[in-house]
């Protein structure tokens, strides 16, 4: 399956997968006993099982991920110049937010960076876009290797359910249950990878945030005309992908978002929804991760990720080399 935006630019990498999610848990016993069940039903109906659950924090998952992301790629942590930390945890490592940002670099660095090695690496936060951050880091990872800023830099995102009044991991509409993990990978211009990572495009929506309960149709305009905006901007052939990976949301949202993008809904891979619940922006590094480690993608074939947050919607196109 061949596409255009792959023959032009740079040859960027994308490669060293690695992700670290917590026990996967039953929804029932994941969620507060006063759960309503009509609410877990509904999640059931959906596609959804069972929940990531972690007892570690954010930094300690990422500390993880990133561990193996330096094994699997066999790289020397020397070679990495820099560091997209990708989060909507502000809450970073038991402090409630907003947080001091001072401490969480610092927390970030301490737990994830100098025990492998990177404490020289320059580290910047990632979190406007929220669940959607994944598609942001990639596409100033991206930037920066091309233009020659950088070499390599890690990517990562990280995030789960804080321990705080109010939050909750099955969400009231049922569109999904919040899990905990992080997933990361080296985007590269010297080190191959198992993908050539394209342009990520993005569109963002100002009028969503300001949305509020009972205007749900004027935010499902909002959703479709973000993500056709994004599919319209990325230059491929309608049918050119074998996969589409998402956020971990119900099959009726997926298969709907796979329409939008002009993907074929059983292109959708969805395995990992049963299992993991959605881990925030980590989702499609992990399902990039399990498709590549069970053989499932095969050379030459190209990958969609489809990455939103509450207001930001982007395509990534990578390509298994």
Request: charged share 20%.
């Amino acid at each position: 399956m061949t596409s255009s935006h792959h023959r032009a630019g740079p040859d960027v990498g994308l490669g060293g997968l690695g992700y670290a999610v917590g026990a996967s848990l039953p929804i029932e016993r994941a969620v507060p006993p006063d759960t309503p069940d009509e609410l877990l039903d509904r999640l059931r109906a959906h596609g959804f099982a069972d929940c990531s659950v972690a007892r570690e924090t954010p930094a300690e998952l990422a500390a993880r991920a990133v561990a193996e992301t330096l094994a699997v790629a066999g790289t020397d942590p020397r070679s990495v110049d820099a560091v997209l930390y990708g989060t909507c945890s502000y809450w970073g490592e038991g402090h409630p937010p907003p947080g001091d940002p001072a401490k969480l670099t610092d927390t970030i660095a301490r737990l994830v960076l100098e025990p492998h090695g990177l404490g020289h690496a320059q580290l910047s936060l990632v979190w406007l876009a929220e669940s959607g951050n994944t598609g942001s880091v990639l596409r100033l990872a991206r930037a920066l290797v091309a233009s020659g800023v950088h070499r390599t830099v890690l990517c990562v995102s990280a995030d789960a359910v804080p321990p705080l009044p109010g939050e909750y991991r099955a969400m009231p509409n049922a569109v999904t249950v919040n899990g905990d993990g992080a997933a990361s990978c080296l985007v590269s211009t010297e080190i191959p990878g198992d993908f050539r990572l394209g342009p990520t495009v993005q569109h963002s929506s100002a009028p969503m945030r300001a949305l509020a309960k009972g205007q749900g149709l004027r935010k499902h305009l909002e959703i479709v005309k973000g993500i056709r905006v994004c599919r319209a901007a990325l230059d491929t052939p309608t049918d050119g992908f074998a996969w589409m990976l998402s956020n971990h949301y119900s099959r009726p949202v997926l298969t709907e978002f796979a329409t939008l993008a002009g993907v074929p809904a059983e292109r959708l891979y969805t395995a990992n929804i049963a299992r993991l619940g959605h881990c925030f922006a980590a989702d499609t590094l992990i399902d990039l991760a399990d498709l590549h480690r069970g053989g499932r993608i095969a050379p030459g074939d190209d990958v969609l990720m489809l990455t939103t947050g509450p207001s930001t919607w982007g395509l990534t196109a990578v390509r298994a080399r």
